[in-house]
């Protein structure tokens, strides 16, 4: 079936260790974005990018980092210069010619000891 | 960056019973949608509504659209235990791919 897979759901970090969630899609969609949601709040983007080998900057890209070295994946390091890395990490695609309807990954929650 | 807002915060009612939420953005999109989240999961999109449409109906969801106000409203009629969920909007002023701002979301509680 057709989708988008992140890994891990779960995932514990010792503050100062960076950490890399994937996003893997075989819907072969062009554009992928990362969001963070916090506990009561909405969905705010960090990256996205619409083709491979590019990317661009969202609203609190501050203390992450990604690649886009393949269509089908997206990762997304939460390095250690990201003050509140605790949350909600969602990924998602949409395809060339989609009306902008944004396909979801279940999610990745981590958290900082 | 704009960014809607969604009313209310959150919503008790009961089975059977319609559940009307509602969102408010402050710029000119091209589209609005509407997504519903299960605890702990990700996104499920469920409609979207174009700037020169002002009504849409799937199943039984039925959005409205008033541009001249920047608001709309999402419609869910003869709701059930499985509805409980968080419902968000999302506006999209791009053209080309979606750069999508989402609400902070409607929480909903449907009692047996």
């Known amino acids: 079936d057709g989708g988008i897979t992140q890994s891990p759901k779960y995932l514990f970090r010792k503050e100062g260790q960076n950490v890399t969630l994937s996003c893997e899609q075989n819907?072969?969609?062009?554009?992928m974005y990362w969001y963070r949601q916090d506990p009561g709040q909405g969905l705010r983007l960090i990256y996205y990018?619409?083709?491979?080998?590019?990317?661009q900057k969202g609203d609190i890209a501050e203390g992450y980092s990604v690649s886009r070295e393949k269509k089908e994946s997206f990762p997304l390091t939460v390095t250690s210069a990201q003050k509140n890395p605790t949350a909600f990490y969602l990924c998602a695609s949409t395809g060339q010619g989609n009306t902008g309807e944004l396909f979801f990954g279940e999610g990745s929650r981590l958290t900082v000891l | 960056s704009q960014q809607g807002e969604e009313d209310p915060q959150a919503l008790s009612i009961q089975e059977g019973e319609n559940a009307t939420m509602n969102c408010s953005y402050k710029?000119?999109?091209?589209?609005l949608q509407w997504y519903r989240q299960n605890s702990g999961r990700g996104l499920v999109h469920l409609i979207l509504?174009?700037?020169?449409?002002r009504e849409k109906h799937s199943g039984r969801l039925r959005v409205t659209l008033d541009t001249s106000k920047k608001s709309s409203s999402l419609l869910i009629t003869a709701s059930r235990a499985a509805d409980t969920a968080s419902y968000f909007c999302?506006?999209?002023?791009?053209?080309?791919?979606?750069?999508?701002?989402f609400g902070k979301g409607t929480m909903l509680l449907v009692s047996p």
């Open positions: 819907l072969n969609h062009d554009a």
């Open positions: 990018s619409q083709i491979v080998n590019d990317f």
């Open positions: 999302a506006t999209d002023a791009s053209s080309g791919y979606s750069t999508l701002t």
């Open positions: 509504i174009r700037s020169n449409e």
């Open positions: 710029t000119s999109i091209n589209n």
